[in-house]
């Protein structure tokens, strides 16, 4: 949708100020620095799912008397089909909003975003007391607004609402606390994402108190500042639904536990890719089923996890590929962008049992051992992402810049000394009888035969051999 309000505004519609534009195949209507007397304009996006409203200062209209809607604009309102409603570059009066946000529960609308808005003002939200809204999905994307600490109150009458909205995003907005208060008030939640702000490890433990954000499945945390892997360990160990999180882009270290962590037992996916770890922090949570440790520093990696179906190791410093014999569930192993010349081939005979196996982007030693290994696993079908361009030869000189699949690894061209040694001696035990056959066949014996029955006048003019 971002792109199609860029793609108006290329097409010189900048002179569409005060107008709202419908785009009919994306379901999609832009409306442009709207003024009161360009409302109306409004009419063209009846039609969209998906409604915008760009740019512009609504501070001149805090003030502005609204008034009880009618029951006929009611039931326009719940006609329409409208299912998302965009405020990106605005200055919002919170004031103004509180009274506004009221009509959108007469509305169909489901999802409500914020971007690059500013909040400016305080409201006591009195007129949202008691009300239920249909909007189940709240983003806030590189907005400025007051710090909710302190401000409890002033929303405890939005509590109905926020009791059941399912999705909440409050990114790039540089926030650094989130009262437990907020958590408790969303106790439908499902997904919270918080990336991109400042968040540090002292402030995890009062967001996620004793009865805050108690269905929660979906946590992004990712760049933040959060440092101590045992401190966020600690801090969600309450979250006693939570499936899936996201810890990217934050500077991990072990850090120093004040008693033994414990991680949710229903986490499933954890992503800890790009976070500065030059080994595998423990302990991970014992029931995955997806682990991404990509973009990494690891050297090594040697884990045991009896649910993991899913390994990510891609872009790290592995001179190997690790064992999976301690991972029985696993089908998917990404090890693309590390330093493995070779794959052994006992361990690339385990690795043709995966469904989904990527190692591009390797230094690979393309002798027939190493070479053959990975064709083995593109025989089988299991090398996906990558194959076969992502796979070039580094070594030996005669194949550096081949394609892997390439590689010439038939027996007479990889081992020729297996091959010819058997012909050699088969050639060898071929002459012997035939140089057996002519003597007979001239009436001589052989030496070596007459100690093998022959009475001795048979053997008397035997010729020497």
């Known amino acids: 949708m971002r792109g199609a309000a860029l793609l108006l505004l290329a097409l010189g519609l900048q002179q569409a100020e005060g107008r709202c534009v419908f785009n009919r195949t994306q379901e999609y209507c832009l409306c442009y620095r709207l003024t009161q007397e360009s409302a109306g304009s409004v009419i063209q996006c009846l039609a969209a799912s998906a409604v915008e409203f760009q740019g512009g200062d609504l501070e001149k209209y805090a003030d502005f008397p609204i008034e009880d809607l009618d029951d006929s604009t009611i039931d326009m309102l719940g006609s329409l089909q409208i299912r998302k409603i965009i405020f990106s570059d605005l200055l919002v009066p919170e ?47 590189n907005v400025t607004a007051a710090a909710l600490a302190g401000r409890e109150q002033d929303l405890s009458p939005l509590s109905r609402w926020l009791g059941a909205l399912q999705e909440l995003s409050v990114t790039a907005s540089r926030l650094a606390v989130l009262p437990c208060a907020v958590g408790q008030a969303l106790r439908a939640l499902r997904s919270l994402d918080l990336a991109r702000n400042s968040l540090g490890d002292d402030s995890l433990a009062p967001a996620f108190c004793q009865g805050a954000f108690t269905q929660l499945r979906v946590l992004s945390l990712r760049h933040n500042n959060l440092t101590s892997y045992s401190g966020v360990c600690g801090s969600v160990r309450l979250l006693g639904e939570l499936q899936h999180l996201d810890l990217s882009h934050n500077a991990l270290t072990a850090g120093t536990p004040s008693s033994p962590c414990q991680w949710p037992a229903t986490l499933r996916i954890f992503n800890l890719s790009s976070a500065g770890l030059d080994h595998v922090l423990a302990p991970l949570p014992p029931a995955l089923e997806v682990l991404d440790l990509s973009s990494n520093r690891l050297h090594a990696v040697d884990i045991s996890l009896r649910s993991l179906q899913a390994l990510f190791l891609s872009r790290n410093a592995l001179p190997a590929a690790p064992s999976i014999r301690g991972c029985p569930a696993l089908h998917t192993l990404h090890l693309d962008n590390n330093l493995i010349a070779e794959l052994p081939r006992d361990e690339a005979l385990l690795l043709e049992h995966l469904q989904d196996v990527a190692v591009a982007g390797n230094p690979f030693n393309c002798t027939c051992g190493g070479a053959g290994a990975v064709q ?43 091959v010819l040694a058997p012909v050699c001696t088969g050639l060898a035990l071929l002459c012997v009888a035939m140089a057996g056959g002519l003597l007979w066949a001239r009436g001589a014996r052989p030496r070596w035969l007459c100690g093998l029955g022959q009475r001795e006048d048979a053997c008397s003019g035997a010729e020497h051999l």
């Open 95 to 141: 004031v103004l909003l509180a009274r506004v946000l009221r009509f959108f529960s007469y509305t169909q609308v489901q999802e409500m975003v914020f971007k690059s808005c500013s909040f400016v003002g305080r409201s006591s939200w009195a007129d949202m007391a008691g009300r239920a809204l249909p909007i189940v999905s709240l983003r806030f994307h």
């Open 376 to 418: 083995a696993l593109a025989a089988v079908g299991c090398l996906r992402q990558g194959w076969p361009q992502g796979y070039v030869c580094h070594a030996p000189a005669r194949y550096q810049g081949v394609l892997l699949r390439d590689v010439p690894t038939s027996v007479l061209q990889c081992n020729p000394a297996a």
